[in-house]
Every structure is written in C-alpha cells, then in structure tokens.
C-alpha cells in the first residue's frame, strides 16, 4: 500500500529536483503548499505529484516559475511577444478641409524581417498543456 503523504525529500527525489526547489515552488505558487506536520516538516499528497511533474516539465522547455503559475491557473500564458519594433505613431487625421491624409510612415524592412526572425523563434516551440 502506497502512502498518501510524502515528506519533501522523497517528494523531490521522485521529481528529480533538491527540496530546495520545491520549497522555491511554494514561494511563487502559492497553490502547491505542502501541508505541515507538528515538527514543522513538509509533507505534499501523492495526487500533487502530477502538478508538480507538469512545473518540472515546462521549466525544463524554457518556462518561468511564475509562467506555470499562470499555466496552472489559467491554463494558458498571456505573455506578449517583444518583436522590437516599437509602437508605431499613427498620424491624425485633420479636420474635413483641404489637408490632403499623411500616409503612416512604415518600418525599415530590414526590422520587420528581424522581428518576424525572432517571432519564428519564439513560436517554434509551442508551449504544451
């Protein structure tokens, strides 16, 4: 018969950290506190275990602590993407009279095909849930 409660050594030797990285976990994800005996030792439930393989999981594609805070929450990230090319000012238009429109002046083409080189690289590997 499996026990139900871990303490926090075999809990991240079976996840494969240091129990330093779990207490670290428990720091930014509120939600995976380990339950606390009267000696003030960590225990997490066996049926934590999925959650944190999913944390360990996204840190080892790339992801933040705080990013699989969000995952776990949410399910999804709301992160944007930085293409570098900053907020692009769109002219006004003036009044109805004899000003003919400016056309918005377009980026260097050399900074769209950067930024959408490192939109490539981004989106090339997609977070999975």
Known sequence: ???????????????GVKPKVLRYWEQVIPEIQARRSKGNLRYYHVDELDRLFKIRNWLEE?????????????????????LGLGAMAVPRRKAAGKAKPQTPRRPDVA?????LRRLLSQLADPVKL
């Open 111 to 115: 900074k769209v095909t950067a930024a």
């Open 1 to 15: 018969m499996e026990r139900l409660w871990l303490k926090i050594g075999e809990t991240a030797r079976r996840l």
């Open 62 to 82: 790339g992801l933040t602590v705080a990013d699989c805070r969000e995952l776990l929450l949410t399910g999804q990230l709301t992160r944007g993407l930085n």
